[in-house]
């Protein structure tokens, strides 16, 4: 039987169990899948072994850097582990969590210089504030393990590039049973984007996200990406709109909007590694990370 697939790996010392709970309960709660030892190593299982096994099918690995994890053997041996799988397959992984009296200039070699999450001096409060951007981030590494290698035509940074080639795209109507005049389309997006903005709770994109995004790129972006989500979401307009599908369109619209304003983030910080777009041989679009383009590298 395969072994189970997890979306983040949890590494922490069991003495900071009491903030570290607090994270992964609100990740299950969004429906992430979560390896930490309390809830997955059984009484009769190897512990070391399901370790790594946690580590080699999990998509992001997050480290709960504290005094006291620094002092744990289980945590260093688990970073150890993490960081052979980043070396070894060229893309990131461990993302470190500074918590309680934590210092940079105590992180360990592998992780001085890596971007960080910072929940130092009022945890909560530091988390619900970089919630949106830690889920998303776990999100873009999920979907872009479960991606093959390759990709069909160019790929796109994603932020600028893939709003223009968005904001460029029709309807595809390919599955209509007859033509849909275009302003009709139009019409129906428009309503959809304005339920979007004034009614849905948030999912993937926080309210502040959506504002920027709007500020940027103006409204007629946000009709345009779920315009283009639903064609990912295969609906069809003559056969019968379904509540789904529906869904599955703003839900692609909404990680659309998140992943540009997270990594809009990752390029203002001049990180190394950028979230890129490509498409799938069947057309689906994917996230993934990708080392900076060389044409953005200072010369």
């Known amino acids: 039987m395969d072994a189970p697939r997890w979306d983040v790996f ?44 946690g580590i080699h099918n999990s998509s992001l690995l997050l480290i709960f850097i504290s005094p006291r994890s620094l002092r744990s053997r289980w945590v260093l041996n688990e ?70 290698a390759a990709s069909v035509g160019p790929e796109m940074v994603v932020g600028d590039e893939l709003v223009r080639f968005v904001v460029g795209y029709d309807f595809s109507q390919a ?3 007859r033509p849909v005049p275009r302003e009709a389309i139009a019409g129906l997006i428009k309503d959809f984007a304005e339920s979007y903005l004034d009614e849905l709770p948030e999912i993937m994109a926080t309210d502040e996200m959506k504002r920027a995004f709007v500020e940027r790129y103006g409204r007629h972006a946000i009709e345009k990406a779920i315009e283009f989500s639903m064609d990912q979401a295969k609906i069809s307009l003559t056969r019968g709109l379904i509540q789904p599908e529906l869904d599955s369109a703003f839900f692609a619209a909404d990680t659309m909007i998140a992943m540009v304003q997270t990594n809009a983030q990752f390029i203002e910080d001049d990180s190394d590694d950028w979230m890129i777009a490509g498409f799938r041989p069947n057309g689906e679009l994917f996230y993934a990370f990708r080392q900076k383009p060389d044409h953005a590298r200072p010369r």
């Open 175 to 177: 599955r209509e049973e």
């Open 10 to 53: 949890i590494s922490y010392s069991t003495k900071d169990r009491e903030q570290v709970s607090h994270v992964v309960n609100d990740l299950e709660s969004l429906g992430f899948r979560v390896w930490q030892d309390a809830s997955t190593i059984g009484f009769a299982d190897r512990i070391r072994d399901k370790i790594d096994e």
């Open 79 to 148: 970073l150890d582990a993490a960081m052979l799988r980043e070396v070894s397959q060229n893309k990131p992984f461990v993302l470190p969590v500074l918590m309680g009296a934590a210092s940079t200039g105590d992180l360990p070699g592998d992780l001085r210089g890596k971007k960080y999450l910072d929940l130092r001096h009022g945890f909560r409060r530091k988390y619900d504030a970089a919630r949106a951007n830690l889920v998303a981030t776990i999100r873009v590494a999920s979907l872009s393990d479960d991606q093959p």
